[in-house]
């Protein structure tokens, strides 16, 4: 059954697959708002009766009112259900009625999750899912009965709720250092809502730090006026101690006092003395840029960007100066953990692992003195890292030259970089998540012993992925928090895309597909501003597609989706040539359906390796296809105990076994 979902910040309104459901005559939709407000819990046909009819007595003729309205809502909102089968959603539960949706499933409901979440959060995170929260509002709650006895109670809660989120959302941005933008929006908060003695004290605050002190003591002016002749009532001691705060010029208000302003205040001093110090175009420019390239790819979004965009700059200019070792070491040096395995800029991969093959060519040879053995493994790291996915020889090569020589070396970081090349290239064959479990292992112990962080939360992600594709999500679990902890410890906002949709996964594999799909949809809001492209593509439609294959029906083995599943017309991204067999079959088209099959590539080295050979299996079992069978099984057989996609850690399309009998019973006949 598809998710409806159903909103009651403004007026009240159900969706469903499909878009915007009817909800016919006002009765109708008094109904269905009652139960909304009764969250899950069985409304009585008396108690429904009294709060929809004012009359005393009611209507002869209300309870069967009631029934009628309630026909028509399960007709609207499930409209696929067969003749005489039981509700699921609007159900009938002894005395009355009941509205069993998920805990997605209303706007109201979705919006008090992500307050309660942004409570717990740092400050620029809060300050996200905040605004997703009050971006769902519509208009006041529940806008079509605002004067129904049996709303009042709730609606007044979720006004409240919102007024705070609001003044929460400020004190965030005041904390990122965002006081200007803040003003605006308190501004308007308090032409509604004058009463609202922590937003006055947030404006006054805000005006003050952008330098505006004379409005600051202004608004403070104008609070006490508005509280004295409104209320009654003098302002509070948070309002008359900011004042005084400020009459004194309290440098503990200004906002340059708390650690993040105190960070950027010495960074700005320590780049105009580097500056000052270190002459245009030298030499050790180019290494200190690339160590900043670096950090700024950790923080992700923008940064990650802006990291892709200069690093290609910074390799230029080092080969102008026509030394290999300098090369090397601008090459190595941004050594940033890498996950996921197709690349954000395959051009631009290209031409670094170009660069980095010409200066380990223009290297001396080694001299069994080790002299730039160093140089020469990350060059090797490198290129395994870039090579992500590629079915060329060399990836490997690189990895395995690389891996050898950071442990000659004994040197903790040079090793950690060296196993990321590693884990890269350990996608050449399905069934090899028990190896990369491995590798995930040894990056947390070197992480943890000498404080390569960002390596230890890659360990993490790698056995998160790992123990997803063997279905122990007991153990993936503990890695997903683990990497959480660590990234709001040491600001590693990307760790959290990839733990949101390990949360989706986790959804999908224990059969909560509604769950999973908004989760898979709340995941994808992220991705645009994670700057990675190379995740992006694609991942939602292929994400959603995978509910069918853990659906209940698929233990009767692959089936091809239905048509709107494999609609052509959304993102696939490099999935595309996978979808397309199915796409035809849907479509009826088998000749077409079979000509695309006929076409695949073996797919990618990658994390969904299994999962595109699975929907190749899928279309061939609907063709009968024996060659593309028989190819398939031999991809798969190797991972037969794992599921299928799950070593992503983001989607899955079920045991591998599966297919794997649904081949061998049609080669069989």
């Known amino acids: 059954m598809a998710q409806v979902l159903f909103g009651v910040l403004g007026p009240v309104t159900a969706e469903g697959r499909d878009g915007p459901i009817a909800l016919k005559g006002p009765r109708h939709r008094a109904v269905l708002a009652r139960l909304i407000v009764a969250r899950r819990r069985v409304v009585p046909v008396g108690r429904l009766v009294a709060d929809l009819w004012t009359e005393d007595p009611p209507p002869s003729g209300a309870v069967g009112a009631v029934q009628t309205f309630v026909a028509a809502l399960r007709r609207a909102l499930e409209p696929d259900r067969p003749p005489r ?26 919006f008090e999750t992500a307050v309660g979440e942004a409570a717990k959060l740092p400050p620029a995170q809060a300050l996200r899912r905040l605004d997703e929260a009050l971006e769902l509002w519509r208009g006041p709650a529940y806008a079509d009965f605002a004067q129904e006895e049996w709303v009042r109670g709730e609606r007044a809660r979720l006004a409240e709720l919102r007024l705070r989120s609001v003044e929460r959302r400020a004190e965030a941005q005041l904390a990122v250092g965002l006081a200007a933008d803040a003003v605006p929006d308190l501004d308007a908060h308090l032409a509604d809502h004058p009463w609202r003695e922590d937003a006055w004290r947030l404006l006054a605050l805000a005006l003050y730090r952008t330098g505006r002190q004379g409005d600051a003591l202004a608004v403070l002016r104008r609070a006490r006026s508005t509280l004295v002749e409104q209320l009654g009532l003098d302002p509070g001691p948070g309002l008359r101690r900011l004042e005084a705060d400020m009459l004194a010029q309290d440098p503990a208000i200004d906002g340059t006092a708390g650690p993040t302003e105190a960070a950027a205040q010495l960074w700005t001093r320590a780049a105009a003395a580097y500056d000052r110090t270190v ?27 802006a990291a892709r965009e200069h690093r290609l700059a910074a390799i230029t200019a080092a080969e102008e100066f026509g030394d290999p070792e300098l090369t090397g070491r601008v090459i190595g040096a941004f050594d940033v953990p890498a996950i996921w395995t197709r690349g954000d800029d395959p051009e631009l991969a290209r031409r670094i692992v170009a660069a980095a093959e010409r200066t380990l060519a223009a290297l001396p040879p080694p ?34 030259r690389a891996e050898t020589i950071a442990r000659r070396l004994d040197d903790p970081a040079l090793l950690a970089f060296a196993l990321n090349g590693t884990f890269m290239q350990s996608f050449t064959r399905a069934g090899l998540a028990p190896r990369r479990s491995e590798i995930g292992a040894e990056l947390v112990e070197l992480g943890a012993r000498h404080g390569l962080v960002t390596f230890e939360v890659l360990g993490r992600l790698i056995r998160l992925q790992a123990y997803g594709a063997l279905g122990d999500f007991a153990a993936a679990d503990t890695h997903a928090a683990a990497a959480d902890r660590l990234a709001a410890r040491h600001e590693l906002p990307l760790v959290g895309v990839f733990t949101q949709w390990y949360g989706a996964l986790r959804l999908s594999a224990s059969g909560d597909l509604a769950g999973a799909r908004s989760a898979y949809e709340r995941a994808a809001t992220g991705l645009p501003d994670a ?19 853990t659906s209940p029906h698929s233990s009767d083995g692959p089936r091809v989706p239905p048509r709107e599943a494999v609609d052509l017309r959304a993102d696939w991204g490099p999935y595309r040539p996978w979808i397309t067999p199915l796409a035809s ?7 077409a359906a079979l000509r695309a099959l006929h076409a695949l590539p073996e797919p990618p080295h990658d994390l969904l390796y299994e999962a595109c050979c699975c929907l190749e299996a899928t279309a061939a079992l609907a063709l009968a296809d024996r060659a593309a069978l028989t190819r398939v099984r031999e991809r798969l057989l190797p991972a037969s105990a794992e599921l299928a996609g799950a070593g992503s850690g983001l989607l899955t399309l079920g045991p591998v076994a599966g297919y794997l009998t649904a081949i061998d019973a049609t080669l069989r006949g």
């Open 531 to 549: 700057g990675m492209p190379g995740l992006t593509h694609g991942i939602l439609p292929l994400a959603l597609l995978s509910l069918h294959f």
């Open 279 to 305: 002459a245009a175009g030298a030499r050790a420019r180019l290494e200190t840029t690339v160590g900043l390239l670096r950090d700024l790819a950790v923080t992700g979004g923008g940064g990650l960007t």
């Open 85 to 110: 089968t039981p509700a699921r959603l609007l159900v009938t539960d002894g005395p009355g009625y009941a509205l069993r949706a998920g805990p997605d499933a209303v706007d109201a409901w979705r």
């Open 585 to 591: 079959l849907a479509a009826g088209d088998h000749s």
């Open 367 to 400: 001299d069994g003195r080790g002299t730039y053995d160093a140089v020469r493994c990350r060059l090797l790291a490198t290129v395994a890292v870039e090579m992500r996915g590629s079915h060329s020889s060399r990836g490997p090569q690189a990895a395995g």
